[in-house]
């Protein structure tokens, strides 16, 4: 078996579990959390893989292939495997995909450890497994586009397990129901929901930063998004993106990233060459984004991962304009630069 083998053996088998997951629901909701945690587990580890076989093992240091290959190891814990895949990557999961994943793993060891009387007919048990499923699925989904490059072979089992988590919030429609009083009273307090990201149900609750950008929060899964809302910049229909500034364009096919954004949000400002006179853009301290924090009213947001912020600061080395702390960044820099301490490296 050579690693490209391996990588694609435990994909195929990720996906084979991610599909059990969802079908067995029904029968098994037991079996359904543990498969489809251990799905989501062995895609991070197979992202890992495609850096080095031994990261996916609990310490790489003593990993050794002919064990490896015998299923003689412990492999990464969640927690080390999103550290390994930003510091050696150099890509962040980010803490709404890890919370959603953390969600799952955590109630999965609850299944295996204690006995849950009566499962099977206890529906609201059952939904808020269902809405941890939306949710883990809607940021697993994003992170496996943008791995592409890696998952480019599993085009079709990424779709297939699309349409089937489309038809699995189906077990969310009773709580969609129940909620309508208070989706209504959001509605005529001028706040009306729009459609979920993750459950596909129209509960998200905006709450406006300004005619573009509002953060929503799902009654019916609990899911949580920033949206921005803009003309595609290749067909010029209305196109939302949910909480990354990437996205394909819904009626033209054509793909949307961050610079795009960052011209949008930055147009109707100010006019634009005062606006880079300003330092802005500035850089995003979560995603290490170049250029790609936009000021809107009195808050910076991040046209790459949505993230906002109450002020930025200058990088007391560089002097570019960043989100985060710049409290030693004459020492140890910004997320552009090495600081005082790399470029004195540097000098050796
Ligand atoms: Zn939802
Ligand atoms: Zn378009
Ligand atoms: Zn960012
Ligand atoms: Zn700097």
């Known amino acids: 078996m050579t690693h490209?083998?391996?990588f694609d053996s435990l994909t195929r088998n990720a996906f084979d579990f991610l599909e059990r997951g969802i079908a067995e629901f029904d029968k098994s909701p037991k079996y359904s959390v543990i498969h489809f945690c251990a799905a989501v587990e062995m895609l991070l580890k197979a992202r890992l893989m495609k850096e080095h076989w031994s990261l996916i093992v609990s310490k790489p240091d003593?990993?050794?292939l002919t064990k490896f290959m015998a299923g003689d190891f412990i492999s990464v814990t969640l927690e080390d495997c999103r550290a390994r895949i930003r510091d050696v990557a150099g890509e962040d999961i980010g803490?709404?995909?890890?919370?959603?994943?953390?969600?799952l793993a955590n109630h999965r060891n609850k299944m295996v450890h204690f006995f849950h009387q009566g499962l099977d007919s206890d529906e609201k048990a059952k939904a808020q497994i269902v809405a941890e499923h939306c949710r883990s699925w809607f940021h697993l989904h994003r992170?496996?586009?943008?791995?592409?490059?890696?998952?480019?072979?599993?085009g079709s089992e990424i779709a297939h397990a699309d349409r089937a988590m489309k038809g699995h919030r189906k077990y969310l429609a009773a709580k969609f129901k129940a909620l309508k009083p208070e989706l209504d009273a959001a509605r005529k307090a001028g706040s009306a929901p729009k459609a979920c990201s993750a459950c596909g149900f129209k509960a998200a609750i905006p709450d406006a930063l300004d005619d573009q950008i509002a953060s929503l929060r799902c009654l019916v899964c609990d899911h949580t998004e920033t949206q921005v809302e803009l003309e595609c910049p290749h067909c010029g229909e209305s196109v939302v993106l949910a909480n990354e500034g990437y996205a394909t364009c819904d009626h033209c096919g054509g793909s949307i990233e961050p610079e795009h954004l960052v011209d949008v949000l930055t147009k109707d400002v100010v006019g634009t060459?005062?606006?880079f006179e300003t330092?802005?853009?500035a850089n995003c301290g979560t995603c290490e984004g170049y250029h790609t924090v936009v000021e809107r009213d009195d808050m910076y947001f991040c046209a790459n991962c949505f993230e906002l912020s109450d002020h930025v600061e200058q990088c007391e080395w560089c002097n570019e304009l960043n989100t985060g702390d710049?409290?030693?960044?004459y020492s140890v820099g910004c997320s552009h630069c090495d600081g005082k301490?790399?470029?004195e490296k540097d000098d050796d």
């Open 4 to 6: 490209h083998d391996i």
């Open 62 to 64: 003593q990993a050794n």
């Open 95 to 103: 803490d709404d995909a890890y919370n959603s994943f953390r969600a």
């Open 143 to 154: 992170l496996l586009n943008r791995w592409g490059g890696y998952f480019h072979d599993f």
């Open 273 to 275: 060459k005062d606006y």
């Open 279 to 281: 330092g802005l853009p």
């Open 326 to 329: 710049m409290e030693h960044s």
């Open 341 to 343: 301490v790399g470029w």
